[in-house]
């Protein structure tokens, strides 16, 4: 069992996986900080974690683990500000979106990538966020991303986050950071672009053009309500893979058009049908998850 | 109270017309006409009509409103099929997503455009199809957008149709067909191509990336399960403006890729921003309805 854990960073993320820990009952001792006193309250008073500090020092005092639960853009403050509160046996590991920069920050912070650094990245969220939407489920069934610096991380920290998300009901899989980054940037960050992009299009248009938007429209452009600062974070922290996706996504696109403009509809249609059975499997296999 | 309809191709939007007309009780017996008769036992079964036949002498003897509620691609076989059996009076309409075609498809197998045609597109649908899929309310505050041929069509055919479709709830309006065209082409067929073409892009690099999507993706990728028949014969039917909106859109990709490229993030999170604004007040106006 863990003696004492801090999140930093109480919200949807960091939320839940103290929540999530105090059923599992893998920690004596979960301890918040935040920059919000006002969350840092609502989650005590919600039992989410057992007590808080605004003081980073106390806050770290005694804790094995670090959990970094903020946003992709604030993630190098947070290392200068634990620095001098951390000692060499102190498991530090994140939950950012991109696994490349976390990586390259914390080399930059400290000089060098320390051993029990383990950066995670659980693919679990909403496109809401803060401590009301926490959910002790959310990391049932889900996966999380470990991608651990080839000989440097060492292999016993890696098993203490690895136990830790498990006891969430998480699945883990190991890969490197650059594989990582690649897979996001296709899977998740090349969809919320498209999202923006389409509700961007739409707004140079005429924004009252949504009046014709038809059901399926809400669906898709949920993902364009996700968080603007986040995303910024995001897009400048992956910039050449969520670029290189863009890129050749469009010429997915290019052949549409080009089938279209050339009355290839069988072929269309294949792509079409080809679409709806991986995306009908996609949904299949979430369900029986 | 109109005395006897007929209703050709009962699914989902033609069933769910047909059962909104019964409990409206604006019309005294609704026949259906389909070329599957199991589909039509089962409408019978469910009180979605009152009767059916396979014939469509049969099932257009009488009737004085036709409505076409098959798929855009059968639409002209159907004219065709129709043709004999109906006089000067019969009012027909249709539910056809591209509505230039119609009018185009109609005076192709007519010789020339009958005033009692009224063109309509109720916006409204699920990317799940078929008779199981009805509901009495799926047109509740719905638009249904009527585009009559200028000079041609008349006042008392459109006051008609109008007052059937108000009767299941929903809110009508008058535009041109080209004006729907380019209007759907950028609201509902360019959202779809977008999304066929994101499941392309995953399914040419490997279909097992899906198992790194994350949540919302479920939500997006939905309208990429729609029938691939309907819309291969939407992009035939409407080719000219959804290639102009694909295209357009790209310019969108291209704005954040240069975004991105030139680290101006700070109008990156504006376009994130005012996107995530726009779908928010698109999605609080729909539940308000």
């Excluded at 599992?24 to 301890?31: D, F, L, V």
């Excluded at 990245?121 to 496109?127: N, Q, R, T, V």
């Excluded at 940037?185 to 014709?212: E, R």
Aim: aromatic residues 8%.
């Amino acid at each position: 069992m863990i003696n004492r854990i801090c999140i930093i960073g109480v919200g949807l993320i960091g939320g839940s996986f103290a929540i999530g820990l105090k059923n599992s009952k893998k920690t004596q001792t979960i301890i918040g900080f935040d920059t919000n006193e006002k969350n840092l309250i609502t989650a005590k008073n919600l039992g989410v974690i057992d007590n808080y500090s605004l003081d980073i020092k106390i806050a770290l005092k005694d804790v094995s683990i670090i959990l970094i639960a903020t946003p992709v853009g604030s993630f190098t403050q947070i290392l200068k500000l634990i620095k001098p509160h951390i000692n060499d046996k102190t498991i530090i590991s994140d939950v950012c979106s991109t696994k490349s920069s976390v990586i390259k920050a914390i080399k930059s912070v400290y000089g060098y990538i320390p051993k029990n650094f383990v950066p995670a990245h659980p693919i679990a969220g909403k496109e809401i966020s803060g401590i009301h939407s926490i959910d002790k489920k959310i990391f049932n069934n889900k996966l999380v991303v470990i991608t651990p610096v080839n000989g440097i991380t060492n292999d016993y920290s890696i098993q203490i986050i690895t136990e830790l998300w498990q006891s969430l009901g998480a699945n883990i899989e190991i890969m490197t950071d650059e594989k990582h980054d690649d897979l996001l940037a296709m899977t998740s960050h090349l969809p919320h672009m498209l999202a923006f992009g389409l509700m961007d299009y739409l707004i140079c248009n005429d924004v009252k053009y949504l009046n014709y938007a038809a059901g399926g429209f809400k669906d898709f452009s949920r993902i364009a309500a996700s968080n603007n600062i986040m995303w910024r974070d995001i897009c400048s922290n992956n910039s050449k893979h969520i670029i290189k996706h863009i890129k050749a996504y469009q010429q997915s696109l290019d052949k549409l058009v080009n089938l279209i403009d050339n009355k290839k509809f069988d072929e269309l249609e294949k792509i079409f049908k080809d679409a709806k059975k991986a995306r009908n499997d996609y949904a299949h296999n979430l369900k029986n998850e």
